[in-house]
């Protein structure tokens, strides 16, 4: 006697998209505590690993290098080079700080000490631990830039009241730099993958981005590009503030950030669902 067999019906994959849109709550607020205690016991060593480096920049090129220059021209103006130089460099600072603890420490938390794995024992999702370590590399930014236009203050470098309004506007750039940072944070297998996103994007958007020199002196070509650049509009959003005046296109300039802010978030956050699925 014979038996009839059925064919099998298929299983089909039901795990949602890793491209969905976040799912995001105020969990992420113990997350960010948890990081901010941690870091509580070496704060002072790493206020001064943050602000020596660009410290050296300002006194190296902006006193050694500008009482060669003196002056640089900027929109018609004549404007001391240090003054030129300390109004980039403050954004290349919060660039440099957000971009190493998205990277380096959110390497170790997530990948060598599986931080991230004994949280997500909790009911905390992962995209509220992606969006606490974004934040949290964002305050890291915005505490060195505040310790650094301290030294600027102090150094009579600029006095314009209007400073105070660069300082969200820094905050905003930390933000987005962490964004950026978490994307490559997850596709790293190792720390020495990170000198691929130092060495092919930082570095030379830190040398075409007007920080040291105004981007009029670069090709035609390649000044258009550079003006697009996260780092490029930063620099335009912060510099005016330092000459006590107001940005020319804050609103468009406000948008660009914000726009390269949100699409890194939410490829960053796809790409490390991807990689705690496989």
């Known amino acids: 006697m014979s038996t009839l067999k059925t064919p099998l019906t298929p299983a089909f994959n039901t795990a949602p998209s890793a491209w969905r849109a976040p799912q995001l709550s105020m969990r992420w607020w113990p997350v960010f505590l948890r990081n901010l205690l941690v870091w509580r016991k070496l704060a002072i060593p790493s206020l001064v690993g943050n602000i020596a480096e660009p410290l050296m920049w300002l006194v190296a090129f902006g006193y050694g290098m500008g009482s060669l220059i003196g002056q640089i021209e900027l929109d018609g103006e004549k404007v001391p080079y240090i003054l030129f130089l300390a109004s980039g460099s403050i954004c290349m600072s919060a660039m440099n700080a957000a971009t190493f603890e998205a990277l380096y420490s959110a390497f170790s938390r997530m990948h060598v000490q599986k931080t991230w794995d004994g949280i997500m024992n909790a009911p905390v999702r992962l995209d509220d631990i992606v969006m606490a370590e974004m934040l949290w590399a964002a305050f890291k930014a915005l505490f060195t830039v505040t310790a650094i236009l301290g030294v600027m203050l102090a150094l009579g470098i600029s006095h314009s009241w209007k400073l105070l309004v660069a300082w969200p506007v820094l905050l905003g750039v930390g933000i987005t730099f962490s964004c950026m940072a978490l994307i490559f944070n997850a596709l790293a297998k190792g720390y020495d993958f990170f000198t691929y996103y130092f060495t092919l994007f930082l570095t030379p958007m830190m040398f075409l981005s007007g920080i040291f020199f105004p981007r009029d002196q670069l090709p035609t070509l390649v000044r258009a590009i550079a003006d697009w650049l996260p780092l490029s509009v930063s620099v335009d959003l912060v510099r005016p503030l330092f000459l006590d005046r107001w940005p020319e296109h ?21 790409l490390t669902r991807k990689r705690f699925r496989s």
Do not use: C, K, P
């Open 250 to 270: 804050a609103l468009q300039q406000s948008l660009v950030l914000a726009a390269f802010a949100g699409m890194s978030f939410w490829v960053a956050l796809a």
